[in-house]
């Protein structure tokens, strides 16, 4: 796995240096900055995967400088610095999407566990963020017809309700759709033969040759439909 990089911002040059000397040791790619301006630039330019963000800064503050990365949904992590900070402050960080708020002056040791975890915390949601993409990716309802549509039409309307729904399909077509599954919602897919006569209502179904076949609630025997 290619080293992470991490982006120092701070206006105090002994924060900068001392920061980037631990971090290059722990093996990460450091580069610093000096403004929150200049960081900005930097971040439309080139890859990081955190910024370490000094709050008290010259012209543009980190918390501002904060809400303008979430604003560009720039993908980084962010952790809050300062030696003037209060709760209020802190809170006011986290609301905005840091990851974490440290308060100066800096214990080296605490800095790099607070990296690490914002480090793994991204790492956890880009894997997260894969594994839905990759999932919804596959997840789709194939066609274009007008029956297709209004089937989309009826899967929107049906889906906020807690109500049971029965889709009617030849049984090729189990085959060929892939019917999307929300994370509340659970779709089987079964035969109609298969379900015992005690849980169907009179329905009309194809059966495997597509011919349309009526299920009887009575004897639970398939008959041919009067109207095929």
């Known amino acids: 796995m290619s080293r992470e990089h991490i982006l120092v911002v701070d206006d105090e040059s002994g924060v900068r240096l001392s920061l980037k000397g631990v971090l290059e040791d722990e093996g990460y790619g450091v580069e610093t900055s000096v403004s929150a301006e200049e960081a900005l630039s930097l971040l439309e330019r080139n890859r990081y995967d955190l910024v ?28 809050m610095i300062s030696g003037h900070g209060t709760i209020e402050t802190a809170v006011k960080a986290i609301k905005c999407g840091a990851y974490d708020f440290v308060e100066k002056p800096l214990s080296l040791d605490k800095t790099v566990i607070v990296v690490k975890n914002a480090l793994q915390h991204r790492r956890l949601e880009l894997e997260n963020r894969y594994l839905r993409d990759r999932f919804e990716s596959k997840q789709v309802l194939i066609g274009d017809s007008l029956p297709m549509h209004e089937l989309r039409n009826e899967i929107t309307l049906a889906a906020p309700t807690n109500g049971r729904v029965l889709i009617q399909c030849r049984p090729a077509d189990t ?7 929300p994370p509340d919602v659970k779709i089987i897919l079964c035969h109609i033969w298969n379900i015992q006569n005690t849980l169907a209502e009179e329905r009309h179904m194809p059966d495997r040759l597509g011919n349309i076949i009526s299920i009887s609630k009575g004897n639970g025997r398939p008959v041919p439909d009067p109207a095929a």
């Open 52 to 79: 370490i963000l000094d709050i008290w800064l010259p012209a543009m503050d980190g918390v501002e400088a904060l809400v303008t990365i979430r604003h560009r949904k720039l993908d980084v992590a962010v952790v």
């Open 175 to 181: 085959q060929r759709h892939v019917l999307p599954d």
